[in-house]
């Protein structure tokens, strides 16, 4: 069996989704002969015809409407949304429609949708081609939002947001599209959403990641364990519902947490998850939450940007911070 | 400027007198009585709801008093199996649609169970937020094509509403993708205090269509007969595959924005008291009238039974159990989240504590 | 002196800004002869003309547009969006040029912008017209989210904020916008952005509230004290930047700290200062932070809105059982 | 289908003869060197700028092979008070502005500098979410109209972006507003895979104007001489309170989208090919060599001429001191607040530790 970059397992779980289930459609601008600029929906028209991997008119506001007229009346739709700095136009939609259109008709209606769009920086993109804004969709009651960090779940992931009979923002970190392979067979097999992952046990600390900055943090444990500092390594892959009980008790046997995320800091979706351990994690903590994330900037075009991505030297010098509390390490 | 050419159709003058010959649907009296009975209905009941937020029954309501034609007309002409995607001010149309009294008051009421109407069980609910329907309209009448169905979307929009991008979007991926939907512009020449004038240089709403190669047309839209016959002829060509259509149907909202406006703060009552002469009612009951197809009596009897219907909708809604405190939980989710279980168990705490019996 | 309530202290101040300076505009739907859904431009077009108090067209993502084109040829525009949810169309404007003009351009154009809208529940307002969504703004670097909660305050931030030589989300509970009444002189004094109000002294416990729900925190606070529970109340006033060292000095006071808002707990700005008490105030905090908000829901429709906001007992059991902690009260 | 009335100008054919009277000003062999020189500018360094990316020099650029007489055209049109407002692929039109061959390097090679232009500094800087600066485009004409200044926004959008509900609301505000703006469509046949029949029902762009009641025209984007009139004639009509127009360009983009298209993917190479006996540059350098006003020498001093323009521009380029890690936070606001000293310490902290010389 081949090894799949995470952008390839997107497609082959797209590939299956619509195999397995004549409702399901994709659709955004270039998805169809182009494939998608990322490549993510490439050879799926060639299948599955022009009907089925749709190519939209430049127009996100309207992508996102027919998205949800789509669904509502039946069908599956994936939508791709080009880059997440393009898919602010179809906001209305999502906040007003996708998250309310079945507690709004007490299920009469329901929009069961894939948002997709990649997010975050370190591609050396033009402006507006590197945000990551998943905080934001992580507050709006009614959304689903899933960040796969590797091939495997990103394949399983998507399987599973695609049966979902609920919205799900589907948000892939481009910076690790190509930048590990993993045996990703195509068994149709969903992974759960609404769980955390737990990607490397250790009792010291509990680091808590999401989307391309999981692969710094389990680098930082993996440098730590080097210097005598075990690192529980959390991907919580779901933002919402959020699992807070595996956070817990992870923080409960360390009791001490560094919550890393591209996104800025303040408001980012770190904050939920210090908060919650401000509220029910106190006893427990032995040190200060501490958040390695984004600075409160744009982020920079190309040439500053590798000062804002959150690096591996940071995620260690906090971990250092939360170990040696309340010395300075 | 660039010459454009638009088609404006009306059958019946305000003053009830056939200006062309009427559509063949038209020559049957049944079926114009039958339009009345629905233009009533709407008027009786948009003045019962009108009454019954100003004492306090209900706590807003968006008033279509002068446009029951257009929606009569368009609800009409749509068959069952269509699908309607209305704004605020479509509750004529739902009626005609089968929504009935009772659901529809518990809409106006402040209950989301308003939403969930057997008849009609495809329909969207009212939207809010303007021109977001339009682009819903394009998915549902791409997923009747994908699947080869002889089925319309039918999408209104008001002339304020026409100003909106999404409005645009809808158009054009309808235009580009040939699907079968039918926008429906409801012209009533105010958003809110913005006259219809101020809203838009183009000379008509209708020629919105061709910046996107759609055909586009006006109609009276206080000809009840004009609107049935215009939208039926969009709707047979979209079912047949020939595609979208724009219809501008112009009436005048002969009365405030929503209850919570005032129009007299920005428009004369005098030009609103000249708008009175070509309502939509008066014109087909004196066509019915010269026909000799409508009597006094008719009358008479047709508003006693329509507002005894309307009593028994209120009645039926007034007897609904209310809403459980936890309802706000148990429908966002196909299955609520663990995450929510907490939230929904303190809700439910604070209100068996607090309330004894129910909410009041 | 007359008392106004706070729209008319907006009113006021909007006024005051059209007459002060020329480059002032006031733009919207149905800001003119209308003077607004909500009359807080009520006789001003009357004054200063259809030029400056500008009727729009009905189209958001255009008034968001040209605002930022006004803006950066040197007006100072004031733009009203009727209710807050209806501002997402123009979230592209706001989050890619609104918030970014400045920086892209190293200040060579700029932003000086106010954003209006009014927000949050309790006017058994129709679908839509009941949002709080403050906490996107909040995560939007380069935006200041600004918020009044008195007649006094909505007149000298609003002041502030149109003086201000960058952009402010201007965010008007407008559930209070009728129920006080304050005097408010027409003095054309800004207050201090950037900063918290203490609204009360207390000891034992900090109150953390803003817009609408200062109300009930407020009133929760004078209940408390007759229960031998003296609160301080913070009222934040301004979100972003965040004036974190009052909340600080509060809690280190008190140890103890309830954060009050109407919008949904999940991402609410709520968990942004819990998370800075989390990490900056840790050994300070006697009790878990704990967060009274609205629900991870959409906010009912009119019949069951009372119970998704927040209500003065919540806040009060809150309270009691922070001060209880580690007992139940 | 309603009837439409779209006019399409053009003055040298792609073989370069005259198909109509040229206006006044291309009456001058000196102003029509000019523009050519302007297009070859752009060619040449269009061209230098791909091969710097190929090489890694820069990150990313969007091409505009082929399109640069619409460029230098309406730029040539405007006036220095003028305000453009144009898209990422609206670099020759920037260079005509006045923008600095080093100052638009920095904008490509990643570095915000690159948007602190000189020469036209109320200029926008390109703009990447598409059709945004339509809407700002028309908030500029609105602040000059209020302050009674003679000057027009110019704003650009592509045959794509036209679909985009911002640029009809842009469009709409400036019909109703009647401010001075002018919208240039550039048509090059391509958004990204997507091409222009599918994107659009409409049979031309230039009609979408017509939705909104202001008037719209076609022009043959490879001849300048044309662009050029087209959007002089607009400008003066907008300047003298005329109101807005839409222009659309009809151009085609010979190369790919950006660097990181592949654009064999989706289009036929021999369909691009045949496009090249269109490409502007030929037309006028034939016509011009025809009326003896241009000999190969002239060309050949010509391309050395701008050839070392172009090196000297990215010899200043790349002697610009590196960026200052704190630089992102130096800009964010007049003043920076409070709560956002820490981070910029902390990033002053780690950079200066980590960093001996700089970037690198
Ligand atoms: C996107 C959006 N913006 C603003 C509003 C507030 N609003 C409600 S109705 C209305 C005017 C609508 O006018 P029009 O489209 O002509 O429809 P009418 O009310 O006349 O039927 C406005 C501005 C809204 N509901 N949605
Ligand atoms: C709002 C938005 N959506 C998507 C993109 C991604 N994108 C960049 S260019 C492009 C195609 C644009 O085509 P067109 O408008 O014809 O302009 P051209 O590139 O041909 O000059 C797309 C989809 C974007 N930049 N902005
Ligand atoms: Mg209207
Ligand atoms: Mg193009």
Known sequence: MAELTMVSAVCQALGRALKDDKDVVLLGEDVGVNGGVFRATEGLQEIYGADRVIDTPLAEAGIGGVTVGMAAAGLKPVAEFQFMGFIYSAFDQIISHVARLRNRTRGRLSCPLVIRAPYGGG??????????????????????????????????????????????????????????????????????????????????????????????????????????????????????????????????????????????????????????????????????????????????????????????????????????????? | MNNLDISYTRYLDPEGQVTTELPAFAQEQSKLIELYRRMTLARRYDGKLTAMQRSGRIPSYAPELGEEAVRVGYATAMKKEDVLLGTYRDTAAMLVRGVTIDEDLMFWGGDERGNVFAGPSEDFPLTTPIATQTTQAVGVA?????????RVAVTTIGDGGSSKGDFYEAMNFAGAWHVPVVFIIINNQWAISMPRERQSAAKTLAQKGLAVGIP???????????????????????????????????????????????????????????????????????????????????????ITTIDQEIEDGIAKYEAQEDLPPEAMFDHMFAELPMDLKDQREAVLAEFSKSEENGYG
Chains 1, 3 share one sequence.
């Not at chain 1, 440098?223 to 519902?241: H, Q």
């Not at chain 1, 770190?270 to 600075?295: C, D, F, M, N, Q």
Request: aromatic share 6%; net charge negative; hydrophobic share 40%.
């Open chain 2, 142 to 150: 791409y997923a009747f094509k994908l699947r080869d169905e002889k």
């Open chain 1, 123 to 329: 591609i050396h993109g033009p402006e507006h081609h590197s945000e990551s804004t998943e905080a934001i969709f992580a507050h709006i009651p009614g959304l689903r939002v899933v960040i796969p960090s590797s091939p495997l779940r990103a394949y399983g992931l998507l399987l599973a947001a695609i049966r979902n009979p609920d919205p799900v923002m589907f948000l892939e970190p481009k910076r690790v599209y190509r930048t590990v392979k993993q045996e990703v067979p195509d068994d149709g097999e969903a992974l759960p959403l609404d769980l955390c992952f737990v990607l490397r046990e250790g009792g010291d600390v509990t680091l808590v990641s999401w989307g391309a900055a999981v692969a710094e943090t389990l680098a930082a444990a993996e440098t730590l364990s080097g210097m005598g500092i075990e690192a529980e390594v959390i991907d919580v892959a779901t933002l919402t519902p959020l699992d807070m009980p595996t956070i817990l008790s992870s923080v409960e046997k360390t009791g001490r947490c560094v919550i890393v995320h591209e996104a800025p800091y303040t408001g980012g979706f770190g904050a939920e998850i210090a908060a919650r351990l401000a509220e029910k994690g106190l006893l427990h903590l032995l040190s200060p939450v501490l958040r390695v994330t984004g600075y409160d900037t744009v982020i920079p075009y190309a040439k500053n940007e590798h000062r804002y991505l959150v690096s591996e030297n940071r995620i260690i010098d906090a971990v250092r911070r939360a170990v040696a509390f309340p010395e300075e390490p």
């Open chain 2, 216 to 302: 586009g047309e006006q109609v009276d839209g206080n000809d009840v007969i004009a609107v049935c016959d215009v939208v039926s002829r969009a709707l047979e060509n979209a079912r047949s595959g020939g595609g979208p259509t724009v219809v501008e149907a112009i009436t005048y909202r002969l009365t405030d924005h929503s209850t919570a406006d005032d129009a007299s703060r920005y428009r004369d009552p005098d030009v609103v008291s000249a708008h009175w002469k070509n309502e939509p009612l008066i014109r087909l009951r004196t066509y019915l009238s010269e026909s000799q197809a409508w009597t006094k009596d008719d009358e008479e009897n047709l």
